[in-house]
């Protein structure tokens, strides 16, 4: 076998030397994402195959125990997506803590739509909470009002790789007695005064899509110290198959219907199935270990292009910064319009599509606006005013690690022929 793995390892390494040198960005074209990948993931992943475990085994243990320490977390339990991750997380902080039908879960109003959708699935109820223009992230000063005597998680989202502020949100969790779950899929490594976000709540998940700032394809993590939340995930991850450690316990399971069952096929609850491969985690292995230097890159290149956009064009555009003590991981890079700009969100997109700049609205804009959530259970707690500005004037474009500073400025250039 390791004969082959070195005959595998000769023909590959070139390969992927070969494919970053000759096949760069072009660099009159700014592509929202682009994987960054070598030779280690390939033969990680053909190793895998090789060893004829391919479904959910020793990578994703291992995948789970390296991702959980990076972060800061006990336990790691890895799944199919990040939508999936959130599904989890709620039904475990549900069945531990008997949250009832209708009990509510705030959240940002500008965010994703698989940050509400799981919420209504399991019979809960978002509340939709306005967010700051200077983080993107919910308004802290917002939430209090916000909560009801229904009210039992706050869900704050770390929008495109800024954390939200954590310090205020657990006070004002710990003053209502509400669970937190932090949605950090697009904030791997993102941290406040070093601690890494995914740390700070009961519950968190994160999401590896090819998109993102590690990925594996598709893929998904949940994050908790908490013993029983993890055996709960655990176990919904897998159909609902009970906990069960063959290395300290007996194999059997009795009840007065089942007398010496297989434990491998006694189900405690009603569950899923939204396990990691084998070839995937192995893949992941490998992405964190580069994760802090593809973070450096990203950051490097959003603070070159904050920085020529401000001196260029102040006039136009507001682009957030960090805070001191918070570490921004840039998932993508936000521009958003002034109101005294002569221009529309929709014509800057349309310009730099033109100019094969791929570009993005900030995702779903205003949740309740949303065709999906019109007619479903939720309450606004106020106005939203921020959020519905958002949504019609921020634009957002990729800053990964693939990205050289010619490609930045090709973008400044376009920005230039645009206000021209």
């Not at 890895?78 to 599904?87: C, D, H, P, T």
């Not at 200077?134 to 909560?147: F, M």
């Not at 110290?225 to 194999?251: A, H, K, Q, T």
């Amino acid at each position: 076998m390791q004969e082959l793995i070195s005959k595998i390892e000769k023909l590959i390494k070139p390969f992927y030397n070969e494919k970053y040198n000759s096949e760069k960005i072009d660099y009159n074209s700014v592509p929202l994402a682009a994987p960054m990948y070598d030779e280690r993931e390939a033969i990680s992943g053909i190793k895998t195959i090789l060893s004829g475990w391919i479904s959910q085994g020793r990578n994703v243990n291992l995948f789970e125990k390296a991702f959980s320490n990076y972060i800061g977390c006990k336990n790691g339990i890895a799944v199919n997506s990040g939508s999936s991750a959130n599904l989890l997380a709620l039904l475990a902080l549900k069945e531990k803590y008997n949250l009832q039908t209708g009990d509510e879960v705030i959240i940002p109003a500008a965010t994703f739509a698989t940050v509400a959708m799981p919420i209504l699935q399991v019979g809960l109820v978002p509340i939709y909470v306005d967010v700051s223009i200077q983080t993107l992230n919910i308004d802290p000063q917002l939430i209090e009002n916000a909560i009801s005597s229904k009210t039992k998680i706050i869900m704050p989202v770390h929008t495109l790789g800024y954390p939200a502020d954590m310090d205020s949100i657990v006070k004002i969790a710990k003053k209502y007695k509400l669970l937190i779950l932090e949605d950090c899929c697009e904030a791997h490594g993102s941290s406040i005064n070093g601690k890494k976000v995914g740390s700070f709540g009961d519950i968190a998940a994160f999401s590896f899509f090819v998109a993102h700032n590690m990925t594996t394809g598709e893929g998904g993590m949940i994050l908790t110290d908490d013993l029983d939340l993890y055996d709960i995930c655990r176990s919904m991850r897998e159909f609902g198959r009970i906990s069960y450690n063959p290395e300290v316990e007996d194999r059997y399971y009795t009840d007065k219907k089942l007398i010496e069952y297989d434990k491998r096929y006694v189900f405690s609850r009603l569950g899923y199935n939204v396990r990691m491969t084998d070839i995937l985690a192995a893949f992941g292995i490998e992405q964190l270990k580069k994760l802090d230097m593809m973070n450096t890159k990203r950051r490097q290149n959003a603070e070159w292009l904050r920085n020529e956009i401000i001196n260029s064009f102040e006039n136009y555009f507001f682009i957030p910064n960090e805070e001191a003590g918070y570490y921004h991981t840039f998932y993508t890079f936000p521009i958003i319009l002034k109101e005294s700009a002569p221009f529309m969100r929709n014509d800057l997109a349309k310009f730099f599509e033109s100019r094969d700049i791929e570009t993005r609205p900030l995702f779903a804009g205003c949740l309740p606006d949303q065709p999906a959530f019109k007619k479903a259970k939720g309450r606004i707690s106020e106005s939203l005013n921020n959020s519905e500005f958002l949504k019609n004037r921020l634009i957002f474009i990729g800053i990964h690690p693939r990205l050289e500073i010619r490609h930045l400025e090709y973008v400044l250039d376009s920005i230039h022929d645009f206000i021209k």
